[in-house]
């Protein structure tokens, strides 16, 4: 069965500490990869795509990776407007219909 | 404007009703969702439509009903509304029969849907 599995499930840093999130994924066969911001009362966000194992994609202070069995978000020397909840979810390459199977979610907290 | 638009945004109403929930998206996708966020936060699909065809339909119980009068607009009619019902819906909207290309989701703002 396809599963998604985020850590931490929150995560407090102080403005500038480095850290990084982690999304474990299993898929039979892998689309890709796809990280979300979730912002309180608002839908998700759309941060990148990653569709195979060694693809990095950067965004101002976000970096994200992809390796076979799992990807991380690296958040460089946060600010306080980072702060949200960070999705992971996958997309099997099975069935062409787009459904993305979501992880829990990290919920970040910066402070200043 | 706004891509993914839902309405209302709030709905507050009493067990045993039925009520219905309305998307649109204006960014010219052939294919909308339904999920549903538990209080955990945890986005599950629920239904999926590609150009007014069903084409993903989860374990739903059946008082869920979504209806898309064209590929632009996806509803979704809850019957007989049960306390556990209580979550928070979103509408997406995406392009997925294009080749060589995996098109993000985009989300509305959701519905926060409460059962007293």
């Known amino acids: 069965e396809d599963q998604v599995t985020q850590s931490p499930e929150a995560l407090r840093l102080q403005e500038g500490e480095s850290s990084s999130l982690n999304c474990s994924y299993t898929v039979s066969g892998l689309r890709g990869l796809f990280w979300y911001r979730q912002d309180p009362g608002k839908g998700p966000e759309f941060l990148f795509t990653l569709y195979s194992a060694g693809e990095e994609k950067e965004k101002e202070r976000l970096k994200a990776t992809l390796t076979k069995k799992e990807s991380f978000l690296h958040i460089t020397a946060p600010k306080p407007e980072d702060s949200a909840t960070y999705l992971c979810a996958v997309q099997a390459r099975s069935g062409n219909t787009g459904k993305l199977i979501f992880g829990q979610g990290t919920t970040l907290q910066v402070k200043p | 404007d706004t891509a993914v638009s839902q309405t209302p945004k709030y709905l507050v109403t009493q067990m045993g009703n039925d009520k219905s929930i309305k998307c649109e998206q204006n960014l010219g996708h052939d294919t909308m969702y339904w999920y549903k966020q538990d209080s955990k936060k945890f986005l599950k699909i629920m239904f999926s439509?590609?150009?007014?065809?069903?084409?993903i339909n989860e374990t739903v119980p059946n008082r869920f009903s979504p209806k898309s009068p064209d590929k632009a607009h996806l509803n979704l009619h809850i019957n007989s509304l049960e306390l556990g019902d209580s979550a928070v819906y979103f509408c997406a909207s995406s392009q997925v029969f294009i080749s060589r290309s995996n098109q993000p989701q985009h989300f509305g703002d959701g519905t926060r849907l409460s059962i007293l």
């Open positions: 439509y590609n150009n007014k065809e069903l084409i």
